[in-house]
């Protein structure tokens, strides 16, 4: 792997991300890291799902499913050991790739919009189980009383908002790394044809199983915070629908065949959403992720990368 | 508490400084922000699945801050409501209250609707020390115990199981006692507690649980629950619904032909105008709880005048027409912090608080005094039966004697039809 | 705990549960099994057929059953017209799979708003003579309020099956998405007889939705907890098979309901979708598959 901009970039935003966090560098106001945190959750969780649904075509409707899971695995680890996110963290994203290398063999067969349905049962399959799971609160919810205050970083949350800023960082670059690795033209080849990929020699059955794995592991570590964050999880919030339809319209506005496509959909519409939610504060709000998701896919197919392209003149 | 800081290098010092900022903020916040108006904010479910009621629970807060500002405001300074709205959705909570009180910087946070958007408001609240008078949520403080938390859902000191005591109560005077029992419950969190809190107490009483399921909000059709309740042959059945699932199991019942003795007890949604007139005489019978009827022994003072207003004001929003349930407790829980600011004579919150724990409030909803677990230090959960309901209009359900107060005593108009099943 | 008047209420009321079901996964069937057009907002469709009933019912007290008939042909044009949006946008372009299924959810958010903003978050229901009556067969009971749905559905099936097996456009619709060409070739044009299709498939929600509102009070919301029941149902029909879409309609009603009167209701759920992950699993072209 070879450093260039991007690195330099990444790396600026980390140090960035860590003198405000950690020095108090700019006088930034508390919100701006409540709201920041939860559009940083999406880019983790929009370039997860692209992962698989960009690159290689297949539809992911079960992103809740993958993200409630990490977020219940902190829950169990917090029940069992008390257990500080830096363990959370790493044992939610194992738990999931797990999961998604289960789901990976169990939709081996499944092309298209099976898989996609499949995605779907398997989310409310889980969803079932937690409800039905008393050790981690069930349908009534669990309690967890995170702490006030945590060195070097001061307020609690601005050390989740940092930690999230990390995952997210790890995230963008290992999802630029596929892309530009023999794993992504594996990828794309698949998203392409199928069929002649596999008669080309492509190993699309471990390719598969690599971006369900890999797709998972990202959406567990960005689950894994989450019950630090709300400081209550209960199924119907951490199985949210939301969390799907987000992770789904990102992608789709920002442009999905490249990296940087789940960024700046995350980055708009998440805080267009954060915004929404504490200025027009009604139905509207919905109306905006249906409207512009419609929009864009109608008006924009390659979303906002693909437009940026063709106003530079060398689209692709 | 940025401002205390922007150039602090080390950690520690920063920790150190930190918690002096919380001391001096607190004590600061009120005479530095105060400006010519009281901020109240808070945030309330106006879409998404609670929207319904967070809906009218917002209109009785507006008649409040109306009512409020006409009479010349709270210490002489006009209120002011900044809300925002959570889409029911309890990740949305943390982001609104921070908003609130550092960009908005409100003088006082309330919460929204239901344990789910109150829980996730909790740790921000406790960390400045706010009170924090909250609408409708069950037991949220058993693990928070934190004692500025204010609950005006009457569910009493023990929530759990003082929320159905007053149905194992009427059901323990009938002769002969019941023996046996069936609970059922959606799986979710409202309904699990209420479960729970019902099968502990009958457990205390001796009564043999013949049934004890759970069912998954989704289910559309319930008549192979209430047979399989039937098969069993229960003398009582508890239920804990939510609305689609209260007229689900209703229905059911209905048709079944449901032979308990009593059948009821937390059913979330009869209480509402739209489901009570879609239900009609299906609903006589049933013993279930409440928080407000129109009753002769619950005419509060203002409460009428308070309905009216509502009622008014609810026209053609989509809202509940009758605003019964939850609507006169919204207005009072703002009542109360108005009373204890007035009393406490400034805006100090460690103050309010402890006047809030200690006095006696009247408002609508009668006179409030909490425990010091922040519940209501005696529980006032009616459980009021459906009589004498002939038809399906509107009307119907604003006269006295439709649903008639059983429990507790001090509140009783009426008696009881018994068994459900006649 | 068992007995045999149990197990055949069970059985009674899971073949009702399962007419309804197979009403709701009708039209999806057409669109998705058919033409291959992931529908996913067609719960939302239904919803909104669910709130044309309850105007009708609410204002002028008419009949919900007729009112989804008569709504039939105006939800078809609606249908017709989305259509239109969804080729020109994606399918000329042969860009549906994704971009076609993000189209479709951002559809089922804007109808949902849309109910939201006119009609409000409230439950809404609707009153029909038939609502609330309860016949006794045996110890078997059977309640009116989802025997009348259960009938309206087969004969809605009835309807739909005879169409497409028996006229020429109807089996144009069937051949459609299998092969093109051949479809050309015999002078039927496939993009107008998708468009028909796709009519038809939202056409029936208006009926689907009245029958929604007879059995349950809604609101807006309510349409995406069926998106999970109605995929599986028409992927374990076997894409496109209409008697297969009963079929399975049936079977799921059914075991949900014995599984929520034997086991407990809050495994019901669960046991649907895991027949649905078995079947994609092991048998991926459905019980009926071609």
Known sequence: MRLDAFHVVAAAVALLGAAVTIFDLLPINKFAFFAGYVVLQYVVLATAWNIMGGYMGYVNFGTAGFFAVGAYTSVVLYNLMQAPLIVMIPVAGAVCALLGLGMGYLTLRLRGVFFAIATLALAIVLETLVVNWDYVGGATGAYILRAREIAPFGDYVEFLFFVMLLLAIFAVSAARWIERSKIGRGFAAIRDDEVAAECAGVPTLRLKLIATTVSGFLMGVAGAPFVLYVGFVEPSSAFNLVYAVNSIAMPMIGGATTWAGPLIGALLLGSVQQVATVTISSELNLLIVGVLLVFFVIAAPEGIVGLVRKWRGGGR | MKSFGKKRLFGSLKKSLGAAAAVVGVALASPVQAGDTIKIGFGMALTGGLAGAGKGALIAMQVWAEDVNARGGILGKPVELVYYDDQTNPATVPGIYTKLLDVDEVDFVVSGYGTNLIAPAMPIVMQRGLVFPALFGLAVNEKFKYDNYFQIMPAGPEPMTDWSRGFFSIAMAQDPPPKTIALVGADAEFARNAVKGARETAEKLGLEIVYDESYHPRTADFSPIVNAIQARNPDIVFVGSYPPDSVGMVKAATEVGLKAKLFGGGMVGLQFASIMTALGPKLNGIVNYDFWVPEPTLRFEGVEEFLAKYQTAAEGKGVDPLGYYLQPYAYAYLQVLDQAITAAGSMDHAEIGKHMRDAEFDTVVGKVKFAPNGEWAKTRVLMVQYQGIEDSELATFTKQGTRVVLYPNEWVSGTINYPYAE | ?290
Request: glycine share 12%; aromatic share 14%; net charge positive.
């Open chain 3, 1 to 290: 705990m068992f007995s045999v008047d149990l197990l055949l209420n069970a059985l009674v009321a899971g073949t009702l549960l399962g007419g309804f079901y197979a009403a709701v996964s009708l039209g999806l069937s057409v669109s998705f099994g058919q033409l291959n057009i992931v529908n996913i907002a067609h719960p939302a469709f239904v919803i909104l057929g669910s709130y044309v009933a309850y105007m009708g019912n609410s204002r002028w007290g008419l009949d919900p059953i007729l009112l989804g008939l008569a709504f039939t042909p105006v939800f078809f044009f609606i249908g017709v017209g989305v259509y239109r949006v969804y080729y020109e946008s994606f399918e000329r372009k042969d860009d549906e799979a994704l971009r076609g299924l993000a189209f479709f959810f951002g559809v089922m958010f804007i109808i949902e708003v849309g109910l939201i903003m006119v009609y409000g978050v409230d439950f809404r229901s609707v009153q029909a003579p038939y609502i609330g009556q309860n016949w006794k067969l045996g110890g078997v009971g059977v309640p009116t309020r989802m025997f009348v749905p259960f009938c309206v559905s087969i004969l809605m099936f009835a309807a739909v099956y005879l169409y497409l097996s028996r006229t020429f456009n109807g089996r144009a619709i069937m051949a459609v998405a299998q092969d093109r060409l051949a479809l050309q070739l015999m002078a039927a044009d496939p993009v107008r007889i998708k468009q028909l299709g796709f009519g038809i498939g939202i056409g029936t929600t208006a009926l689907a939705g009245a029958l929604l509102i007879i059995i349950i009070p809604i609101e807006p919301s309510i349409g995406r907890l069926y998106i999970g029941q109605v995929f599986a149902i028409a992927v374990l029909a076997g894409l496109g098979s209409i008697p297969g879409t009963l079929v399975a309609a049936l079977v799921l009603g059914i075991a949900e309901s014995v599984v929520s009167t034997f086991f407990g209701p809050s495994w019901a759920p669960a046991v649907a979708f895991g027949i649905l992950l078995l079947a994609l699993a092991f048998r991926p072209q459905g019980l009926f598959g071609r």
